[in-house]
């Protein structure tokens, strides 16, 4: 397998690698191989290593060293990884604007307080089932990189409150993507908040949001009318009446 990667890497027209993707199929993956492959290819731009579960802090270290361009890394399920990788991504690689950390339980508010600081520019921000995050993460992304347009947060053992949701909506009015399922401490005052302040949203996931009520999706009904997907799967509060507004609002906009 080594001589394998050495002979597909020692060639020129590789060394000019931007794309970067080995999720879920090459879960084998190791550092040592990824260690092999930045050496060679500097310009990596686009990294994608989902479900990678074997990748330690030191291959993200050395990517993070060797290719400073980075701008999207996404790392989903990478359960090995802590706080040390991603502030180091953060610290070489400031263009970083697409930032995919989710289901890796280990990282804190270190991790995402790093990226917001170094990297301003993040649209896109995923840490699904990132349960040692609180609210100081969350707020530090909306006041430092106020273009984000996608949000993915919760989990369902999420200590993530109201006040985040509220300060990426008062801080980031171009949010289009919002999904915050299992988010089990939001309330409808977020999401009124979110529909109030981001008209722009076309696609929101609050499955299992079991505190929402029918407050909640008339908001969104009413103030987002663009939006294509909602999914409230699991909100055992909401009634009929809140599909009726929905109904109405449909027929008004046609």
């Known amino acids: ?64 060293d060797k290719c400073r361009g980075i701008t999207h890394a996404n790392f989903g399920r990478c359960n090995i990884m802590t706080d040390v990788a991603v502030i180091a991504l953060a610290d070489k690689c400031p263009g970083i604007t697409h930032a995919d950390f989710s289901e890796c339980w280990k990282l804190t508010d270190a991790a995402v307080i790093a990226l917001a600081d170094k990297c301003p520019g993040i649209t896109h921000a995923e840490f699904i089932f990132c349960d040692n995050l609180t609210d100081a993460a969350v707020i530090a992304l909306a006041d430092k990189c106020r273009g984000i347009t996608h949000v993915h947060f919760g989990g369902l053992l999420s200590r993530l409150t109201d006040a985040s949701v509220i300060a990426l909506a008062d801080k980031c009015p171009g949010i289009t993507h919002a999904e915050f399922r299992s988010y089990r401490n939001l309330t409808d005052v977020a999401v009124i908040a979110l529909a109030d302040k981001c008209p722009g949203i076309k696609y929101a996931n609050f499955s299992s949001c079991e505190k929402l009520t029918d407050a909640a999706v008339i908001a969104l009904a009413d103030k987002c009318h663009g939006i294509k997907y909602s999914d409230f799967w699991g909100c055992f509060m ?17």
Not at 6 to 33: A, Q
Not at 44 to 60: E, M, P, R, S, Y
Not at 238 to 254: G, H, M, P
């Open 1 to 64: 397998v080594c001589k394998t990667w050495n002979t597909i890497f020692n060639k020129c027209i590789f060394r000019e690698i931007k794309y970067l993707k080995f999720n879920y199929y090459l879960m084998s993956i190791t550092d040592v191989k990824v260690k092999s492959i930045v050496n060679k290819c500097p310009g990596i731009t686009h990294v994608n290593f989902c479900g990678c579960w074997n990748l330690t802090d030191a291959a993200v270290i050395a990517l993070a």
């Open 238 to 254: 909401i009634s009929d009446r809140a599909l009726k507004f929905i109904d109405i609002v449909i027929q008004k906009n046609k």
